[in-house]
């Protein structure tokens, strides 16, 4: 079978020779991810750059600058402009480095939690909001538990072995979420 | 949902090793631009509506990524050529060129087209 890549930082670490061409091009290609964000979020918008930068009210040139500009060399204006040209308005927030996938996961799910319990609060004014807001939590029970499902069937087939065998506990529930971390959602929150 | 996949082609391949050996700052400036697309496609953009200066359409669905803008300094016009498969979902990267090499470049790349269709 061919060899694949799954992007180009692992393409270069696979056919490059030279060491310090490697590291140079991994190098290069991560400095400027906020630009390549910023071109994914004017191409999702199906816009050109000529027709981003009409919106914006500026040059095509400057629009190819800040799309292959380093990170450290874009400003929040640039982000800002971007926002105003495709409708989206900019959040900016930090996340606790210690943060691992698992706590990621949990920190959703309470945000859904929070703004469910707001649709609620909503729903209690009015009769035809209620009828929304519980077609939404019915739509939700669906398919939440659905993508959990989708994503756990992804795993290899041993794993659901282990659970047949009795080896590993039918159900499992991780602990609780680290206090810092909680800390800093109740922070956002 | 399946993700998208880098494939090189053979020629690729030996393309590559040539420009890392002879024009490395050509051929970091082309990865970059190439990263620059295959991010966007690979968050859900149909390759069609990845539109910018350093890619231009060769027809029969191949398109061109250049150096521009890739690294600062004079670089030489150098192209690689890519084949989007999106119902596999794979990206290929045919071979990578200069303008002598243009035309024939691009007929490689129809080439490779018209047989991976055709597999």
């Known amino acids: 079978m061919a060899k694949q890549f799954k992007n180009v930082a692992d393409l270069i670490t696979g056919l490059s020779e030279d060491e310090n061409f490697k590291k140079d091009a991994v190098k290069h290609i991560s400095e400027n991810g906020l630009g390549k964000f910023l071109a994914f979020l004017r191409c999702e918008h199906r816009l050109t750059q000529k027709e981003i930068a009409d919106k914006i009210g500026c040059t095509?040139?400057?629009?190819?600058?800040?799309?292959?500009a380093k990170d450290d060399s874009l400003s929040i204006?640039?982000?800002v402009d971007y926002g105003n040209a495709l409708g989206l308005e900019l959040e900016i927030g930090f996340r606790n480095k210690k943060m691992r996938w698992v706590d990621m996961v949990k920190y959703h799910a309470f945000q859904m939690q929070k703004y469910l319990n707001r649709m609620v609060e909503v729903a209690k004014q009015d009769n035809a909001i209620e009828s929304g807001v519980l077609d939404f939590h019915l739509e939700a029970l669906k398919n939440v538990p659905r993508m959990i499902l989708d994503s756990m069937l992804k795993l290899p087939q041993s794993s659901f072995n282990k659970i047949v065998n009795g080896?590993?506990?039918k159900i499992?529930?991780?602990?609780p979420i680290q206090p810092d971390v909680k800390a800093n959602n109740e922070a956002v929150a | 949902m399946t993700e998208w996949r880098i494939e090189p082609t053979d020629a690729y391949e030996r393309a590559h090793?040539?420009?890392e050996k002879k024009q490395p700052q050509e051929l970091k400036a082309v990865l970059d631009n190439l990263d620059r697309y295959f991010k966007t496609v690979a968050q859900g953009v149909h390759p069609q509506f990845v539109v910018a200066g350093y890619i231009h359409d060769e027809g029969k669905g191949i398109r061109a990524i250049d150096q521009r803008g890739g690294a600062k300094g004079e670089l030489r016009q150098t192209r690689l050529y890519v084949y989007p498969d999106v119902d596999a979902k794979v990206l290929y990267l045919i071979t990578i060129g200069d303008k002598n090499s243009q035309r024939e470049d691009?007929?490689?790349s129809a080439d490779f087209v018209v047989k991976l269709k055709g597999a």
């Open chain 1, 77 to 79: 204006r640039d982000f």
């Open chain 1, 172 to 175: 499992h529930i991780s602990g």
């Open chain 2, 106 to 108: 691009v007929k490689q």
């Open chain 2, 17 to 19: 090793k040539h420009y």
């Open chain 1, 60 to 68: 095509q040139g400057r629009i190819s600058k800040i799309e292959s």
């Open chain 1, 167 to 169: 080896s590993k506990e």
